[in-house]
């Protein structure tokens, strides 16, 4: 056991008493303290098998050290994440990179560490050593009907897998497109792509999703055939009630107004939910809320707003998976800033006074409308945050515990110095 009970007992034990007077102040100045706490301590945040080790770039990949070496040590680090902040209780698997070898016994081990299955992701971006046919020119939109019927099949192996696992949703992202004009036809290449989700669509369980998620550019720099948010919602409309718009924070054009994209799918109810991630100019997939926190809370406060409209429940009705990649950090720090990151905005967006700000709306005053999201945003939530941990069972200060106990240098011990986890 990587991290015994009385080292997060007396971790918490020495940071108590400056912790409680933070959140007494806090609770002092706010509206219902108690509410978002239990909110925040609801609220599970699904982290994927492929952000546990470090990523490469185009140009080098730089291992970190003590990385998983196969699914089960995967879990194992989910496992150690969820018992620092006890907010990552699911593991999203990647298919082929992350295939049960005993399925049985991957679930056991996952229930021993709390965790769920989350969405299964299939991959049809990457040519596997056991296939016949190539998605050099794509998958699901693929001119040749050979190369697509692979690609359905892996998909609805994917289906079968998740299953197994006690998974509830597929999410299928596509890297299709062209690199030039001229190359495809973008009218037959949407409807191959379409006729190709049917099949997949067809395979899925009564109680399952399909998350269709959009990139507008990268791998394919001309066109890409799930481009944006109204060409996924296009498809998901054509599908059925069991597809959705999977949203990456990611995978936009810079300066898109995010919020507004999210406000409008939840209202249509075909909002899949997020994969969560932060950037500067492109797919950069930082760390959660390290570059533009700002934006983050404001996509929660349209969250808050427009699930309480629908009657949803926030912990449940939507999927919230982190999906970035670790170049210079250790992974599972970088993940634990992540998860803190989207508590810290969900909070904020609950401090928001919904009321107040539509009668602002309504009235035209711009100015009060600002001030109560800002108002909102510049209070210091941590305290909330660190008090879902703690009455949930985690640690007040979750990266300080990982390193005043030298987790990850008991990993190296155990896994080595020059491991590789599979993944991107
Ligand atoms: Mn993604």
Request: proline share 4%.
């Amino acid at each position: 056991m990587l991290l015994e009970k009385y080292q997060l007992e007396s971790h918490n034990g020495q940071l108590l008493a400056p912790h409680k007077k933070q959140y007494q102040f806090l609770s002092e100045s706010i509206n219902d303290a108690d509410r978002i706490v239990h909110l925040l301590s609801e609220f599970q945040v699904a982290i994927p098998s492929w952000a546990l080790g470090t990523g490469g770039t185009r140009f080098g990949r730089f291992s970190g050290g003590g990385e998983p070496r196969n699914l089960e040590e995967k879990i194992e680090d989910v496992g150690l994440l969820h018992k620092l902040n006890q907010s990552s209780g699911a593991i999203s698997l990647h298919i082929p990179w992350d295939i049960p070898e005993n399925t049985a016994a991957t679930k056991a081990l996952a229930a021993q560490h709390g965790l769920k299955f989350d969405a299964v992701n299939s991959n049809t971006f990457q040519d596997q050593p056991d296939h016949e046919k190539s998605y050099k020119f794509g998958s699901l939109q693929h001119v040749d009907p050979s190369v697509r019927r692979q690609a359905i099949e892996h998909n609805i192996e994917v289906i079968r897998q998740g299953i197994a696992l006690g998974s509830k949703s597929l999410t299928v992202w596509l890297s299709d497109g062209s690199c030039f004009p001229g190359q495809l036809n973008f009218r037959r290449a949407f409807q191959r792509t379409l006729e190709s989700l049917k099949e997949i669509y067809a395979a899925l369980p009564e109680d399952w999703k399909m998350f269709l998620e959009y990139k507008a550019f990268e791998p394919n720099f001309y066109s890409m055939t799930v481009g944006d948010w109204g060409q996924s919602l296009l498809y998901v409309n054509k599908l059925g009630p069991k597809a959705y718009t999977l949203v990456d924070l990611g995978h936009h054009l810079p300066n898109a107004n995010i919020e507004q994209i999210v406000s409008l799918l939840l209202a249509e109810g075909k909002l899949a939910g997020f994969h969560f991630n932060d950037s500067k100019y492109g797919d950069d997939d930082l760390t959660v809320g390290s570059i533009d926190p700002y934006q983050l809370f404001l996509i929660f406060n349209e969250l808050v707003e427009g699930m309480d409209a629908r009657g949803m429940n926030h912990a449940n009705d939507l999927g919230w998976m982190i999906d970035a990649s670790h170049n210079v950090k250790d992974p599972l720090e970088d993940l634990l800033q992540s998860v803190e990151a989207i508590q810290i905005a969900y909070a904020q967006a609950l401090l928001v006074d919904t009321k107040k700000l539509m009668a602002a709306q309504d009235s035209n005053d711009v100015v009060t409308a600002q001030e109560i999201l800002q108002n909102a945003y510049r209070t210091d939530v941590r305290p909330l945050v660190a008090e879902a941990r703690l009455r949930s069972g985690g640690a007040l200060q979750p990266i300080e515990l990982y390193r005043t106990f030298g987790v990850r240098q008991s990993l190296i011990k155990i896994r080595g110095q020059k491991t590789v986890a599979t993944g991107l």
